[in-house]
């Protein structure tokens, strides 16, 4: 019977510690990456620039008008979005910071065009030359505007919350000073009627036995 039992138990492997899975997964992830990168890099700045340039159609004020609704939109909507990075749970973060990069994914794009040093960005830089006059500038300009009206919308937003926080602590003190208020009232009241019964008590003591009968 013994013998049995130990024949159906099969000895299980040594299962690796938790922390060299992960370190696994991390370096699968960032493989996955470069690899995503590097397909990116060799065709999206040159896709980027054509559409750009096939949306602009070599008009100056066109290229401007184009770079800063880009810039601002793409901007600003992003730095609003870290703005609420510092929630509590670790999720939400990564969420809004993914969330985040997929916004801003049109200016990253630009800036694979302009910055970029191999031939795909090199294409892209020719196509904008030639089709897309003024984007890059007002790009640039639409990118300070929407980050500014960003950081004011922040800003004004965490006013908004402090002076409602503010508020809100200034109305619980005046319940508890009003509860507090409340309390001494009905401590004075008390003590007076104790005050008042231990009076009536002690006249009634002090006076002569045949006028306390008539009352």
Known sequence: MSEERQGAVEPRGVEPPRWARRAVVIMVALLLALGAYALAAAFLPRWWGERIGALIGGSTPTGVLWGMLFGAVFTALPVFLLAFVLRPRWKVRVALVLLAVVVAVPNLLTLSVVLGGNDAARDGRDVWSREAP?????????????????????????SAVRR??????????????????????????RLRRVAGEREDAERRRDEPPDLAENR
């Open 134 to 158: 003024g984007f890059v500038t007002g790009t640039w300009v639409g990118a300070a505007v929407g980050a500014l009206v960003s950081v004011l919308l922040i800003l004004a937003r965490w």
């Open 164 to 189: 409602r926080r503010q508020l809100g602590a200034l109305r619980h003190d005046l319940e508890v000073s009003s509860e507090s208020d409340r309390l001494h009232r009905e401590e004075a009241d």
